[in-house]
């Protein structure tokens, strides 16, 4: 796959905060992809188990006759403080989530207007005296901004009347140095704390080194003495070779999950024994591999569904994988995420794709078959995707086309499906979601000043010419729109089982200005292909070799395998049944099958 992907660890740490950072006929046109209905949303998110136009194609990897599939379910990362205001006062509650839940997804399978995701990833909720939350205070209370735990109640109830499931970002790399623990623990050395951080002079060790986040150095004066922070001085450490410390963090795990929870997004989770560059290493993953398989065994008594994702910011999928043995579902595929954006911003697959199959291999073994991957374009530690492509709408369109085509667990960050702009600081990558025109609607936050996404301003969404195009109400209405293309690839998903379980194999489409592979799951193989240039181009679909004696039976049939253009997002989009050529306009994407 891309360089990115086998280069070992970034090592890159983002900010304080905590984060190191429809169907048509061979022969014929497709329809538009927003014409055809969509099919209900199967439930099994939380199950685990360079050449010219028309150049020659080339044949797929064979597939086995039980396809390696992942489950798959669309997630949402809300910045809560951002997202909507149910009381007035300028800042997102847990209550406007509630009364956004519809946008997210309604509920009935039958209706297009939601973007139909089934999983919400809540950043930090817990109470914090920051903005971000990445510090906490106190593990067992809801942030008074956000609301109160009967407030998260009812967003989970309903949410589960939606069929979405929610996780929560639980952070226990580290506290607020604000939180009674710490107070308690920079008292003294006879501090009944005192043992639940790391102090350098009571471990005689020398406050010296660099921290393996980035932050330089990982040590913090205090009352005479040196706790380690990997992060910043107001996020001290937890020391985890404390019995007490890993027991109150499985404690607060399982209160969450028994009040409905249906997992955690675990922040720094490399980090609990990694904290100085000097600590990188096999032993050192060890030793954070055993703590997160002894959560997990404690968070299956609360909730043997629970959905564990784990930020390991790493590029390399070696690095990534031990991390998937007993202990994470899926750890963010930040190489993914690289090699999808580079595809798109420069028009060109590259090696991109043709190795990711052997890294989900990879991940099968360490798993024993369990894991799911979770993609995503970027987050909340990272400039927006948006801005990263510089504004271009057909490049955003591309990149969530392939993300949402991938498999595992897709993840969005909130208003990327709009087209919201943000470069670092970090303020400017967490603006509030834009809702409406200023003033149209009364729940759109006000915390922070838009500065990034100005009204007026050069809005990337914006392919009409409204200068407030980069909101839901304007985008809505238009069938051509981000917004409307993100549904419409959401929707695809639920429509078909390939795409929404099926594991990956390689395909080449002959043309380095085309991005394909293919979805299989037991019964089905279905074809992906995206035009990432804005040429017109012609692709020769060649057959896939199949092992399986039922799909060779079915290719007895005379049909062929990818013969028909089941999905399109553009109507354009032709396959010649006779000669095999597809014609893929500008920057569509296409799913072939039979």
Not at 224 to 237: I, K, R, V
Not at 409 to 431: H, Q, S, T, V, W
Not at 448 to 458: D, K, R, S, V
């Amino acid at each position: 796959m891309l360089a990115a992907l086998v280069a070992g660890c970034s090592g890159a740490a983002s900010d304080i905060e905590g984060g190191t950072a429809d169907s048509a006929k061979g022969g014929s046109a497709a329809s538009p992809a927003d014409a055809g209905g969509a099919s209900g949303r199967e439930d099994d998110a939380d199950a685990r188990a360079g050449n010219a136009e028309g150049g020659e194609a080339a044949a797929a990897q064979p597939v086995s006759a039980k396809p390696d599939e992942q489950p798959g379910a669309v997630y949402y990362e809300v910045f809560v403080r951002s997202f909507y205001d149910s009381d007035g006062d300028g800042i997102g509650d847990l209550n406007g989530l509630t009364e956004k839940l519809d946008y997210l997804n309604d509920g009935d399978p039958a209706t297009t207007d939601d973007l139909g995701v089934e999983g919400i990833w809540l950043m930090p909720i817990l109470e914090s005296p920051s903005y971000h939350g990445y510090d906490v205070t106190d593990y067992d209370r809801v942030n008074p901004d956000y609301g109160t735990e009967a407030d998260l109640q009812k967003l989970l109830d309903e949410a589960h009347k939606r069929g979405i499931k929610v996780i929560m970002d639980l952070v226990v790399n580290h506290t607020g140095s604000g939180h009674p623990w710490f107070r308690d623990s920079a008292s003294g050395k006879e501090a009944e704390h005192r043992d639940w951080y790391v102090w350098a002079e009571d471990e005689g060790r020398r406050p010296v080194g660099q921290s393996a986040a980035g932050s330089g150095s990982p040590w913090h004066e205090m009352n005479g003495s040196h706790y380690m922070g990997t992060f910043w001085d107001g996020m001290p450490d937890l020391n985890f070779d404390n019995p007490a410390v890993r027991e109150e963090m499985i404690r607060i795990g399982r209160h969450w999950l028994d009040l409905g929870l249906d997992g955690f997004r675990l922040d720094a989770a490399k980090h609990i024994y990694e904290d100085t560059t000097e600590d990188r290493g096999p032993e050192t993953t060890k030793k954070n591999v055993k703590w997160w398989q002894q959560f997990r065994a404690a968070m299956e008594e609360s909730n043997p569904d629970v959905y564990l994702v784990g930020e390991i910011w790493e590029n390399s999928p070696a690095a990534v994988a031990p991390y998937l043995d007993k202990a994470f579902d899926s750890g963010f595929n930040f190489g993914l995420a690289e090699g999808v954006l580079s595809a798109a911003k420069s028009e060109r697959a590259g090696s991109a794709f043709s190795r990711l199959p052997d890294y989900y291999k990879l991940f099968g073994e360490a798993s024993g078959g369990q894991f799911v991957d979770a993609g995503f374009l970027t987050n909340h530690d990272q400039d927006r995707v948006m801005t990263q492509l510089g504004g271009d709408g057909n490049h955003m369109k591309t990149a969530a086309a392939m993300l949402l085509t991938l498999p595992g667990n897709p993840f969005i960050y909130y208003g990327e499906e709009i087209g919201m702009l943000g470069a670092k600081p970090d303020e400017r990558i967490r603006e509030p979601m834009l809702w409406a025109e200023p003033g149209r609607d009364r729940g759109q936050t006000t915390w922070e000043p838009l500065i990034a996404n100005a009204a007026g301003g050069a809005s990337a969404a914006d392919e009409g010419g409204s200068e407030h195009a980069a909101n839901v109400a304007a985008q809505t209405a238009k069938p051509d729109s981000l917004l409307s293309r993100y549904r419409t690839l959401i929707r695809w998903r639920s429509e078909i089982p390939a795409l929404r379980r099926g594991g990956l194999e390689a395909y080449d489409p002959g043309d380095d200005r085309a991005a394909g592979w293919i979805r299989a799951v037991q019964g089905e193989r279905v074809l992906v292909l995206h035009n990432l240039s804005g040429e017109p181009l012609e692709l020769k679909i060649g057959e896939a070799s199949v092992e399986a004696p039922e799909k060779n039976a079915e290719s007895a049939s005379g049909e062929a395998e990818f013969g028909r253009v089941l999905r399109s997002t553009v109507p354009e989009t032709n396959l010649d049944a006779g000669s095999g050529l597809l014609t893929l306009p500008p920057y569509a994407s296409a799913v072939l099958g039979r």
